[in-house]
């Protein structure tokens, strides 16, 4: 029986002209079945014939089996919060070992266990290492920003404090005289003496100028610099109209070497010696005729 019998041509397609199955596109028999559309994307894909399209469609499916897939709109805060946690499984703890940012003042406080936390919620979060590593420079380097600004703010601050107290300074030594003279120790030991007798009386008033900016915060030693000298000549003032009862009625006992004697008072050798020799302060006082109370003996 010849081929024209069977009604089967040699080329493998029937009368109809449909390729057999599996048959690849060396005679064009496959892809000349397809639409333009679908035979341009086949010839993209390599697809040469059915096989090679159940073939590529396996490899497809395995590749996906597994596959994380992200969320929908619709999805609930749980399935949400299961793909990010699967997200960041494959990224160890070393991934998120943050690099510190360029530009950080040299005496900025990085606080490493802070970071330590955050990069464990990065990760819980699902965020990724790279991602997780630019908020953290963006963070820091806020917080870097707003360190900066309070140091400049308190060195001008400082610079301030310092440029009032030099001007004060200045005030009193024209007023009063230089440092070491008498009228300059009495006027700053008048003021020191009434300030302790404040004091002595339930009365602080060092904060209260502190804070009002007529006396420079503490020093290491404890030492305030006076920045208004107003302040100095108001308690200089008060002392002398206030606190020193023989001021008006002086007495004539004592002599001329004791630095609590009315005629020859030495209020600078006399906070000294209240600070330092508190019991020759009171032998000194009586010898002086006058009482020790007031001096908080």
Request: glycine residues 6%; aromatic residues 4%.
């Given at each position: 029986m010849s081929d024209a019998d069977t009604g089967t041509a040699l080329g493998g397609a029937d009368d109809t002209g449909a390729p057999e199955t599996g048959q690849t596109d060396a005679g064009g028999g496959f892809l000349d079945t397809l639409s333009d559309d679908q035979r341009s994307f086949a010839r993209e894909a390599g697809f040469a014939s059915l096989d090679d399209v159940i073939n590529g469609y396996r490899d497809a499916r395995g590749r996906l089996d597994g596959a994380?897939?992200?969320?929908?709109?619709?999805?609930?805060?749980?399935?949400?919060?299961?793909?990010?946690?699967?997200?960041?499984?494959?990224w160890t703890p070393e991934a998120y070992e943050f690099a510190m940012p360029d530009g950080l003042p040299e005496d900025f406080a990085y606080d490493q266990e802070f970071a330590k936390e955050a990069a464990d919620q990065f990760k819980t979060l699902g965020l990724h290492p790279d991602a997780a590593q630019g908020l953290h420079d963006w963070w820091v380097g806020k917080m870097a920003?707003?360190?900066?600004?309070?140091?400049?703010?308190?060195?001008?601050?400082?610079?301030?404090?310092?440029?009032?107290?030099?001007?004060?300074?200045?005030?009193?030594?024209?007023?009063y005289g230089a440092p070491g003279s008498q009228g300059y120790d009495?006027?700053?030991?008048?003021?020191?003496?009434?300030?302790?007798?404040?004091k002595g009386q339930g009365i602080d008033v060092s904060g209260w100028l502190t804070d009002?900016?007529?006396?420079?915060?503490?020093?290491?030693?404890?030492?305030?610099?006076?920045t208004d000298p107003t302040a100095v000549r108001l308690l200089a003032h008060l002392f002398d109209q206030t606190m020193s009862e023989d001021s008006l009625s002086p007495a004539d006992k004592g002599s001329a070497s004791n630095p609590f004697d009315m005629k020859s008072q030495d209020l600078a050798r006399q906070t000294e010696l209240l600070r330092t020799k508190p019991e020759e302060a009171r032998r000194l006082i009586d010898a002086a005729g006058r009482d020790p109370k007031r001096f908080n003996l």
């Open positions: 994380l897939v992200p969320p929908g709109e619709d999805a609930t805060a749980d399935e949400r919060a299961e793909f990010y946690r699967k997200a960041s499984a494959a920003d707003v360190y900066k600004g309070q140091a400049e703010a308190t060195a001008q601050a400082e610079t301030e404090a310092a440029e009032r107290a030099n001007a004060a300074h200045k005030a009193l030594t024209d007023e009495n006027a700053v030991a008048k003021a020191d003496r009434a300030m302790a007798a404040l009002k900016g007529a006396l420079t915060a503490p020093g290491e030693d404890g030492t305030q610099r006076v």
